[in-house]
């Protein structure tokens, strides 16, 4: 069975400072793992994804996550937050490329402060 | 960029009624989905869908629900009799290598 546990449901940045979102994951087969953000009133949309490729994956709006197998994490960053990069995210495992159904972690809301 | 279509955005029914949200998925994706977010918590797989018939489906997936893509284009969700506790946020997504993309939810407020 998979599972993601994400670290802090709630994180608070400056602008301008590091953006860290933590997501622990449990797999029995090699995992897809994935970022998605959600802003307010709208639907989910992928940051990121992971599929076996190179561990350092850069995704959209200056985002990426390193896949450390040893350490089973998937950590969002991003170098300098902008005050529309707060929302909610979400990290999400699945274990096939597709037609599998994504385990979702409890989310992390980003508030970004001037 | 296309994207996934749901409709309505918003619907409000009552106890026991049966309520159809629908989908348009992305015209070349081959899997199609249905997950949930009730408010303050995780988004739920509920089903997948592929070649016309369920892939997979969540223990939350009772005979309440039903899916359906009547016409190739269309992908619906029936809940045949609501209760209060189906009351969310219903996302649908379609797929394709891996990556899923989301329609911006029906929200369903049973009363």
């Known amino acids: 069975a998979q599972s993601v546990t994400q670290l802090g449901s709630h994180v608070s940045v400056s602008e301008g400072a590091l953006v860290l979102l933590r997501c622990n994951y449990s797999?029995?087969?090699?995992?897809?793992l994935f970022w998605y953000v959600q802003y307010p009133n709208q639907g989910l949309q992928l940051l990121l994804k992971y599929t076996s490729a190179a561990t350092l994956v850069k995704g959209i709006n200056g985002f990426e996550a390193e896949f450390k197998k040893s350490e089973t994490s998937f950590h969002l960053t991003k170098p300098s937050a902008h005050m529309s990069d707060a929302a909610e995210y979400f990290c999400?495992?699945?274990?096939?490329?597709?037609?599998?159904?994504?385990?979702f972690g409890e989310g992390t809301q980003l508030t970004v402060n001037p | 960029e296309p994207e996934v279509t749901q409709t309505p955005s918003h619907q409000v029914t009552q106890m026991g009624q049966e309520v159809i949200l629908r989908c348009v998925p992305i015209?070349?994706?081959?899997?199609f989905y249905w997950y949930r977010q009730i408010l303050g918590q995780k988004v739920e797989f509920l089903v997948s869908?592929?070649?016309?018939?369920?892939?997979?489906k969540s223990e939350i997936f009772d005979d309440q629900f039903s899916v359906e893509r009547p016409d190739g284009s269309n992908f619906t969700l029936k809940i045949r009799s609501t209760k209060l506790e189906d009351s969310a946020m219903y996302f649908c997504a379609s797929s394709v290598w891996a990556k899923l993309f989301f329609g911006s939810g029906t929200q369903l407020s049973v009363l």
């Open positions: 797999s029995s087969v090699p995992p897809y």
């Open positions: 869908f592929y070649n016309n018939e369920i892939s997979e």
């Open positions: 015209s070349n994706h081959l899997y």
């Open positions: 999400a495992v699945s274990e096939e490329t597709s037609g599998s159904r994504l385990t």
